[in-house]
């Protein structure tokens, strides 16, 4: 045994971290159906009016505004309907006094008319005529050429996350297709003699890989794309190769073997290749967690504990992910409900402490840091900062969910 020298906390782990991330340079063109979620890696310019011809935005009709003068129920305006306007057609003929022309919502103004009348305020066609029971204002009714867009606008910028509301302005030009950052690749491997794949059959001292399963999906929520490794044993040379086999990644995270035992090899694995930036926090779960730079590259040594894996990989590495992969910082919902039961948390330590919600209370879902259950069976966290030893039943608590 190796015991830690010291631990840091919770705060000078995320500061270090937030010093070491490096934003994804790679680009990448995408399909704009494939753009969701994904960042602008440049502005993106319009060359064209949107919409690109002054169109209806009202079913009615195309007038000369100054026709419907004084035009009311009583006293309608009548016009000689010289045309029927449909979305995709262009206008035949142009539109004089005391003429109209039918038009649909999105169909080409003809020229000449300078407003729309609802068909609500009109009355039903008599022969060639239509009655206009209102008075129009000059442009009523009516979407100007380029209201929206116009050459020169940028729709995006560089860094822009693309939501369906910007990928719309992106369709909106006709855009195609749309330059991105690329996502960071992310190397997950498991570590531990013990640990072997799903599907392979269990003798008395294995378990299942949890970890690079719960790794990888946080890392796919998060922007990243998860390139999971087979396991790797307990060996210096084992690890070594399993390193030399993320060369292409642009994050590195190994869970297990980062604790202090004599077979907790990540910490020498660090020691001969990179720079450890910290190893040790003092938070719960999820103490022997170490991170560092190894060929310019972040590396994580995650907890083997299931429970502390993934909790440090919502707490730490989620940031650090998001940060990489030039995301929005990422605000978990939460939810101020009492505790239903009395918790205590070890005194120096920041406790992330797992809950359950039942009619509006939280139970304590935490059973250990091994068990996976901790996390599955619960919707969300509380967190105990390192000077407080326990909270009472009823004491409100906010919970940040899942
Ligand atoms: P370690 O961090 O290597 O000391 O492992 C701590 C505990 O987590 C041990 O009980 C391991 O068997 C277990 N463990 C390590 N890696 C994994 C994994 N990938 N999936 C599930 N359990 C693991
Ligand atoms: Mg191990």
Excluded: W
């Excluded at 304590?364 to 407080?388: H, N, V």
């Amino acid at each position: 045994m190796r015991p830690f020298a010291s631990t840091i906390s919770i705060d000078e782990a995320r500061q270090r971290l937030t010093a070491s991330v490096r934003p994804i340079e790679r680009t990448e063109i995408v399909p704009l159906a494939d753009a969701a979620g994904r960042v602008a890696a440049a502005d993106v310019v319009s060359t064209i009016f949107v919409p690109p011809f002054s169109r209806s935005a009202m079913d009615g009709y195309a007038i000369v505004a100054a026709d419907t003068h004084d035009a009311s129920r009583e006293h309608p305006a009548r016009l000689r309907i010289i045309e029927r306007i449909y979305t995709g057609h262009a206008p035949a003929r142009a539109i004089r006094s005391g003429c109209c022309a039918e038009i649909a919502t999105g169909a080409p103004l003809p020229n000449g008319a300078d407003a729309v009348v609802m068909v609500e305020d009109t009355g039903p066609r008599q022969g060639d005529d239509v009655p206009i029971f209102a008075q129009a204002l000059p442009g009523q009714h009516i979407g100007r050429k380029g209201a929206d867009i116009s050459p020169g606008d940028a729709v995006v910028r560089t860094g822009d996350l693309l939501n369906p509301s910007r990928i719309g302005a992106l369709a909106a030009i006709g855009q195609p297709s749309v330059r991105v950052f690329a996502r960071p690749r992310v190397a997950v491997l498991s570590t531990g003699n013990e640990v072997i794949e799903p599907g392979c059959p269990l003798d008395g001292a294995q378990i299942y890989d949890v970890n690079r399963f719960t790794l990888a999906a946080v890392v796919h929520a998060h922007g990243g794309i998860a390139n999971p490794h087979a396991p790797a044993r307990d060996t210096l040379d084992a690890l070594e190769a399993a390193l030399d086999g993320c060369r292409d990644a642009d994050v590195v995270i190994f869970s297990g073997g980062s604790s202090v035992g004599d077979r907790d090899l990540v910490i020498d694995l660090v020691q001969k290749r990179g720079q450890m930036i910290f190893h040790g926090i003092a938070v719960r779960p999820g103490k022997p967690t170490a991170f560092a730079i190894i060929n310019n590259v972040p590396f994580f040594g995650m907890p083997g504990n299931p429970t502390s894996c993934l909790s440090n990989a919502y707490i730490l590495l989620v940031p650090f992910l998001r940060a990489t992969a030039r995301l929005p910082l990422y605000a978990p919902r939460t939810v101020s409900v009492p505790l239903g039961k009395r918790i205590v948390s070890p005194a120096g330590r920041h406790q992330f402490y797992t809950v359950r919600i039942n009619d509006g209370i939280a139970y304590p879902a935490f059973k250990g840091s091994g068990e996976i259950t901790s996390l599955s069976r619960a919707d969300g966290y509380i967190e105990i900062p390192s000077d407080q030893s326990s909270i009472d039943e009823g004491t409100v608590v906010t919970v940040i969910l899942f």
